[in-house]
């Protein structure tokens, strides 16, 4: 099976990727689940690999590759450790706006190809809360410097990475859409992180509130023109983002299908001298699984086809695909638990983890709701924002 229609080149980095993924990623992804830490094993393997330059530009160092090697990454790490395959994608995020100003970004994206700079999104805020596309902090000019305050709420690897994508409203305008991106290193002085992350699932996240005060940076450091930065947040990051957050929801799926087909096929009902197998409603439950697997995938292929190509409806595809991945690995990760019942409870099979990791892509803003009202004001040909 080739679901993302890859070259043989790409099978076989993505074949490499899944080898290393299995000897490092895994054995460690309950451990930093159940420690609630970053995933740094993983994450240096990834780095030391050349996988952090996936997308990076060949003449920058990087591999070169788009939207579907970014999908059929994403889904392999996502099936050994949910949390791990969030981090890498937010840092594939990150490069996606570095690409969009890649004149100013050449250094980051480089250091990016050598895994020397772990990026990541600084987008939303507590008052706007998961309509991250509306901050409310707003930039103030000091002289020759930008001065950035605000909070940030949510921040995947708050503390690890090197570059914060930050969004702010555009120095002396009251239009909320007129957004500027700045680069944020971790050398800069001026921001914090906060309390340390501690939900019910996706615990290696390291997501935190930031805190910027009075954080000075270069109009160098704009990743945007003054005040249009939602051009790079809806055209450049929104896509990478979408369809691998769809791409994680579909890796948990492919870890919940794996792990109950393996415990039904491989336990017994000792005094009856039967395998659960045979029970029908666990054959049932097992095949519903796979089938709701494929059709997240197969509508995440669709929609990278749809955005490659230009498709004037890629953008719906696109919203559409992390919607459906995420009720998908809600459902299936549910039928997991519930064919495999008090040994998918007891946690030994990590059916109990992937189920609690799934549910972190539908309120991932943009939320399942908010997504299904973006498309259906799309079908009704309506403004979005």
């Known amino acids: 099976m080739n679901p993302y229609r890859l070259s043989e080149s790409q099978l076989g980095t993505i074949a490499r990727l899944a080898d290393l993924a299995d000897s490092v990623i895994a054995p460690k992804a309950a451990d930093v689940d159940a420690e609630s830490r970053f995933p740094s094993e993983g994450m240096r393997t990834l780095a030391d690999a050349g996988f952090w330059g996936l997308t990076v530009p060949t003449e920058l160092g990087g591999m070169g590759e788009g939207l579907r090697m970014t999908s059929a990454a994403v889904d392999t790490v996502a099936q050994r450790c949910a949390s791990t395959a969030m981090v890498y994608l937010m840092h594939l995020c990150g490069v996606a706006a570095y690409k969009s100003s890649s004149d100013r ?42 001065v950035l305050n605000g909070i940030k709420s949510w921040v995947t690897s708050a503390g690890h990475a090197n570059g914060y994508v930050a969004t702010t409203r555009a120095a002396g305008s009251d239009n909320p859409m007129a957004i500027t991106l700045y680069l944020i290193t971790d050398t800069d002085s001026g921001f914090r992180i906060e309390s340390p992350w501690n939900a019910m699932g996706m615990r290696g996240n390291a ?23 939602m051009d790079t947040m809806m055209g450049a990051v929104l896509p990478t983002f979408a369809l691998g957050n769809s791409a994680v929801s579909v890796g948990c799926c492919e870890a919940a299908f794996a792990a109950t087909q393996r415990h039904i096929t491989g336990q017994k009902l000792e005094h009856l001298g039967q395998s659960l197998a045979d029970l029908p409603n666990l054959r049932e439950r097992l095949a519903r699984m796979r089938l709701r697997t494929d059709q997240a995938r197969a ?49 030994h099979l990590g059916i109990e983890r992937v189920f609690r990791d799934a549910r972190a892509m539908s309120v991932m803003a943009p939320t399942t709701d908010v997504l299904h009202d973006f498309i259906g004001k799309a079908l009704c040909g309506m403004e979005l924002f």
């Open 105 to 146: 970004m050449a250094e980051p994206l480089r250091a990016a190809a050598a895994g020397k700079h772990l990026s990541t999104l600084a987008w939303s805020e507590r008052g706007s809360r998961s309509h991250f596309w509306a901050p409310m902090s707003q930039a103030e000019m000091d002289g020759d410097h930008v």
């Open 207 to 229: 997501s935190a509130p930031m805190v910027m005060e009075g954080l000075r940076v270069a109009p160098s450091r704009a990743l945007t023109d003054e005040g249009a930065g």
């Open 299 to 347: 509508y995440l292929a669709s929609s990278v086809d749809a955005l490659e190509s230009g498709d004037p409806t890629g953008m719906v595809w696109a919203l559409g695909t992390k919607a459906q991945a995420a009720e998908a690995a809600i459902e299936v990760t549910d039928l997991g638990m519930r064919a495999c019942g008090g040994a998918a409870f007891s946690r």
